[in-house]
């Protein structure tokens, strides 16, 4: 069983940064690979980043490709979501998400493990 706490959301202005991160407990993390997913009201969940295992592949929705970066601090348990240039159309709720495979995938349905979201809001 992993748990997973997201931390670091909050108000920010358009063109802006923030840094997301999201800490487990229970197991370790770099067994696990990782997605950060978002949801806007009235919009299904959908990825945004994902990080594989030991190769460190990435993945990025083409809307946040060259804005965001994740990454993995394995002596710290935590995956981060570094955010740049933001836009207003980037707020949602975000949250991180863990499967037990190599395999990054899109689908929600496809993770395990679930942290409780973080709220970013983007101001025009």
């Known amino acids: 069983q992993v748990q997973l706490v997201e931390s670091g959301g909050g108000l920010v202005q358009a063109g802006g940064s923030l840094r997301l991160s999201c800490g487990a407990s229970g197991r370790t993390l770099s067994d696990y690979v990782v997605g950060w997913f978002r949801q806007a009201p009235g919009k299904e969940r959908g990825i945004v980043a994902g990080?594989?295992?030991?190769?460190?592949?990435?993945y990025y929705a083409d809307s946040v490709k060259g804005r965001f970066t994740i990454s993995r601090d394995n002596t710290k348990n935590t995956v981060y979501l570094q955010m740049s240039s933001l836009k207003p159309e980037d707020t949602a709720v975000y949250y991180c998400?863990?499967?037990?495979?190599?395999?990054?995938?899109?689908?929600?349905?496809?993770?395990?493990?679930w942290g409780q979201g973080t709220q970013v809001t983007v101001s025009s």
């Open positions: 998400a863990a499967r037990f495979s190599n395999v990054v995938l899109s689908i929600p349905q496809e993770y395990d493990y």
């Open positions: 990080i594989s295992r030991g190769d460190g592949y990435t």
